[in-house]
Each structure stands twice: as structure tokens, then as C-alpha cells.
């Protein structure tokens, strides 16, 4: 395949992102944000007129997914998300069952909203329960109570035949066993797709403010942590939902193709306050950011001034990297030709060997991917084939 052409290996998607949310989570660092009054008629207008500028640049290229994040975009009226959905498909060419994702909060779900979802396109909903108990909830600063993140589940897939949703783990005073019961719960909840996420404290939010005043008290152990991400491998496993990625679970064929395109090096564009994406265009791979403020980017694509902060024409060396960095995430692995390809250099053989020989990596028709050890220490494995 041909440099210009790398992208198609791991397909072309959109992301959408609305950027309000009805509260600020602690632990969230993503650019989200609390307003009291939202314009969406305005806020519809900006996506479409983004969808058309982009849509230019992309002319012919078929559309494979559509992911509205956030953010909660379950506040978007269901108006407002066929208004975008409309101008998604006068823009591009779409494959025949286009992956149309919208991420919900259950605080922000009703059975009416739900269905005007789906009659505006939408056929598949992540939800972010993040705990399926009251107390753990409260701590993470959830709105909502475990027994009404249920019932807006069995609502969800009432409407739609894909319905995922995260919870976090590794949280404070959890123990083992309680893992083990809550995991059992929500697989016999989950349809066929499941994220799984280790708390991690990020810099800049509320979690990591207080665990430097010393008030972040009960996190488990590292060793504790380890065997929760071992015991959450064994249980999807045994549940017939395999991790396909680090923290993603699924039955074969139900993986999200929106973020396989991102773990897979495919483009997508970013449209929305902070959105990222990466585009191709005459050989050349970019990497483009929109501006983090709602007001600024929502008065800027009004007024047609083009919200996009300067575009990072990548290096081979770069798109490489990247495509290591998302490949072995994946249990599929890393095309080792198509890295060649990309960055105009391969990976060292000593070292592909070395970590074989430690029981880090397997080398298979053409691929490296991480074995289940090499997975919980897939940081090192990513610097050691960097040369880094």
C-alpha cells in the first residue's frame, strides 16, 4: 500500500465531541465542562458547518463510523443529533452498516430520548456506569444511584442491539472479592461489549489535587492492582468476551470499530472543542487539535474561521511510533511490514528477540503482539522496540 494510502488499513471515522456535562467528575481530565444554558440549535449549526469544511478535504472517501463523546453527549436533544447525522451522510459516501456510537451518562437517559436517538441513526450505546454500587458511585463523583444506571440499561437495549458500558476498577478501599462479585454482575448484564478501566489519578483533576493533601486514602496496593487486571482477563475470558484491546471486552465481531480505527492507525477527523484527529493527504499524515474553550470554537465555526489550531505534519519516525504505540494495545498486534513501510526503518531483530525470549512477545504470520505478560508490562515492551 502506498504511503498516501496507509490510512485505509485502518479505516476512516469521525469523532464528534460534545463538550458539557451536567457535573465535573473527579477523576475525569477530559475537556468537559459545566454550563447552565446550552444554544443547541447554534451548537448544531457549528458541527454542520465543520462536517461540510472537512468534507471538502475528504471528497470520496467512505465513512465507516461516527462517534459522538464527551463529554455527556446524552444531553444533545435527539433534534440536534439527527441534524448532525443528516449532514454526516449528505457529506460522505458510508458503508452499508456504519457504526453510529453515542456515549450516555444513565443520569441523563429517558426511554423518549433513547428512541429519538435511534430513529435519528444512532445504533449502538456506550454508557458509562463506572460502579454498580451507591458508595463507590458517590465517590466518584457519579449523579446517578446503581439501580437507575440499570434501568437505563435494559432501556438502552430495548432501543438498540449494541450497548456497551465502562466501569472502573482499582478504586478505593476495593478488595479483591469485591471485584470479583461486582465483575460477575455486570458480565451477566453486558451484552457484548464491555470496557474495563483501572483507576489511574491524572494530573489536574479533582483526585489528583487531593491525593497531594493526603486525602486520597484506600487505593490498592500495585500488587492488588495486578491482580484485579488478572482476575478481569480470566473472567471475560471465561465469559466469552476476550480483551481485543488493553481494556476492552467483547464477543468476535462486537468490537468498537470506531476505536479500532484509532488503535489500528486509520484516519478521523475531530470536530468539537479540544477534538484530536489524524488526517492524510498527499502522502502526508497530520495530526490536528481544535481549540479546548466551547465559546471560543463555537464562535469560530460560526463565523466560518475555520476552529483548528495548526496542523503537525507527522515524520515517518513519528507515524510509526504511533502506529506502535495503538497496534500493540490491540491482541491482533502490529503489522510488522506495514511498520516498516511507515517509518522507514525496522524494528530492531536482537531486541524483538529478546523480549520473545523473556516471554514478552510472539512473532506470528507476520505480526508481534503481547502476551498476557507482556500486556500488564506493555510500557516497557513500547520503549524497548522504540529504542527508547
Given at each position: ?83 448532525v447525522l443528516e449532514a454526516v451522510r449528505t457529506t460522505w459516501p458510508m458503508v452499508n452498516d456504519p457504526e453510529i456510537t453515542l456515549e450516555a451518562n444513565p443520569s441523563s437517559i429517558e426511554a423518549e430520548r433513547f428512541r429519538g436517538y435511534r430513529d435519528a441513526g444512532i445504533n449502538r450505546v456506550s454508557m458509562g456506569m463506572q460502579a454498580m454500587n451507591d458508595a463507590d458511585l458517590r465517590r466518584l463523583g457519579r449523579r446517578h444511584s446503581a439501580k437507575e444506571a440499570i434501568k437505563a440499561f435494559d432501556i438502552a437495549r ?231
Open positions: 500500500m502506498q504511503p498516501d494510502e496507509d490510512w485505509k488499513a485502518g479505516g476512516f471515522g469521525l469523532y464528534i465531541h460534545w463538550p458539557f456535562c451536567e457535573s465535573k467528575c473527579p477523576y475525569c481530565d477530559f475537556n468537559s465542562h459545566v454550563a447552565a444554558t446550552i444554544n443547541q440549535k447554534q451548537w448544531q449549526s457549528a458541527y454542520v458547518k465543520e462536517i461540510k469544511r472537512l468534507g471538502a478535504e475528504t471528497k470520496g472517501r467512505v465513512l465507516q463510523t461516527v462517534f459522538f463523546g464527551g463529554g455527556t453527549p446524552s444531553l444533545m436533544t435527539p433534534e440536534t443529533v439527527n441534524g430495548k432501543c438498540f442491539e449494541r450497548v456497551s458500558f465502562d466501569l472502573i476498577y482499582a478504586r478505593q478501599d476495593q478488595s479483591l472479592s469485591d471485584w470479583r462479585q461486582e465483575l460477575k454482575s455486570a458480565l451477566a448484564l453486558s451484552i457484548d461489549h464491555i470496557s474495563l478501566y483501572q483507576l489511574t489519578i491524572e494530573d489536574g483533576t479533582a483526585f489528583s489535587d487531593r491525593l497531594s493533601r493526603g486525602g486520597l486514602k484506600g487505593l490498592p496496593e500495585e500488587d492488588l492492582a495486578a491482580d484485579m487486571y488478572d482476575l478481569t482477563q480470566e473472567a471475560c475470558e471465561q465469559a466469552g468476551m476476550p480483551a481485543y484491546e488493553v481494556s476492552n471486552h467483547a464477543k468476535l465481531g462486537s468490537e468498537s470499530r470506531h476505536n479500532l480505527i484509532y488503535w489500528r492507525g486509520g484516519d478521523y477527523l475531530g470536530i468539537g472543542p479540544g477534538a484530536h484527529g489524524r488526517l492524510t493527504l498527499n502522502g502526508q499524515r497530520y495530526a490536528t487539535e481544535s481549540p479546548k474553550s466551547p465559546a471560543l470554537w463555537l464562535q469560530m465555526a460560526l463565523a466560518d474561521q475555520k476552529p483548528e489550531l495548526a496542523r503537525q505534519a507527522l515524520s515517518c519516525e513519528e507515524h510509526g511510533l504511533e502506529y506502535l504505540l495503538m497496534s500493540l494495545r490491540l491482541s491482533e498486534g502490529l503489522d510488522i511490514d506495514r511498520h516498516t513501510q511507515i517509518s522507514k526503518s525496522a524494528l530492531e531483530a536482537n531486541i524483538i528477540n529478546d523480549l520473545s525470549e523473556n516471554g514478552l512477545l510472539i512473532r506470528h504470520d507476520g505480526r508481534l503482539v503481547a502476551t498476557a505478560k507482556g500486556r500488564v508490562l506493555l510500557n516497557a515492551v513500547i520503549r524497548k522496540l522504540a529504542g527508547a
